[in-house]
């Protein structure tokens, strides 16, 4: 089954920004129940307090999505926004905090088949991975240099998916989804029945994009009808082609910052505005 197996380090395309000033991240350390996990942070020129975002890698092993928060750091900092990567269980400099999401995934499918796989995909996001997020969240709003009213959430691919659960479950100001649950989708009922509820139930307004070329452009086009349907706040918008293939597409989230940068800030400013 092919679950958000994304390969970043593949996918490094010309996404550098030119940026006023050189922005190096912080390595920190967080508890999410009884584990220690790790995260980067990327900080804005100034004393701050700032708005944040915890944005959510997807489901790349190892430090792959190192390169993800490499690329999208910079450019929440230079925007005046805290950028908080917290690495969930499994996955990068949190590699030894619990058992990689794909190993668990691909277990399960050997075991069991894809719906086994699906099922085990879905039960882990909304339980470990989202237990994982909201611990980012909670450590982030004790920060002095973050304004713990405007924190919104944001990701791409598995991250997407949290970011959507994050709107429904946490305090933020604001969500973004870019990519969530779209190499997936077709192939998990039980996916799309999650992600529909939360968006139904959102307490956040919620921004889905994707680029033309990704593997599947149903997830954006669903939730942002559910939305809809509910009279919930949100926006949806399909970018055009990035990069020649599906992974490049899919990967529009991480390195497309030039493309989305001014319709990201903007949903952002509106929705996280000081109060």
Same mark, same amino acid.
């Given at each position: ?20 000033? &050189? ?140 970011? &959507? ?93 030039? &493309? ?16």
């Amino acid at each position: 089954m092919n679950i958000e197996m994304d390969k970043l380090a593949c996918l490094v395309l010309f996404w550098m920004l030119p940026l006023p000033f &050189v922005f190096a991240a912080d390595d920190v350390v967080f508890p999410s129940g009884d584990i220690t996990l790790h995260g980067v942070v990327y900080r804005p020129e100034g004393k701050g307090p700032f708005p944040a975002v915890v944005y959510n890698h997807g489901s790349a092993a190892g430090m792959i999505s190192k390169t993800g928060f490499d690329a999208l750091g910079p450019v929440f900092a230079s925007h005046g926004w805290v950028f908080f990567g917290p690495y969930r269980r499994g996955q990068g400099l949190s590699a030894s905090a619990g058992p990689y999401i794909g190993d668990q995934i691909a277990a399960a499918e050997k075991n069991g088949g894809i719906s086994a796989a699906a099922e085990t995909m879905v039960r882990l996001l909304q339980t470990d991975h989202l237990n994982d997020q909201l611990a980012a969240l909670a450590w982030l709003r004790k920060q002095s240099f973050v304004q713990p009213n405007r924190i919104a959430v944001a990701g791409t691919s598995f991250g997407g998916i949290e970011a &959507v659960l994050g709107a429904e479950r946490g305090t933020y100001c604001a969500a973004v989804d870019s990519a969530g649950g779209a190499q997936s989708w077709a192939e998990a009922p039980a996916l799309q029945a999650l992600m529909i509820a939360s968006v139904r139930n959102a307490r956040a307004p919620i921004f889905f994009f994707q680029a033309e070329n990704d593997f599947d452009l149903s997830p954006s086009k669903v939730l942002s009808a559910a939305m809809k349907d509910a009279t919930k706040p949100y926006e949806f918008k399909i970018y055009p082609r990035y990069g020649s293939t599906t992974q490049d597409g899919h990967a529009f989230g991480y390195f497309g910052s030039a &493309v989305w940068a001014d319709d990201v800030f903007r949903f952002l400013d509106q929705h996280c505005a000081k109060k």
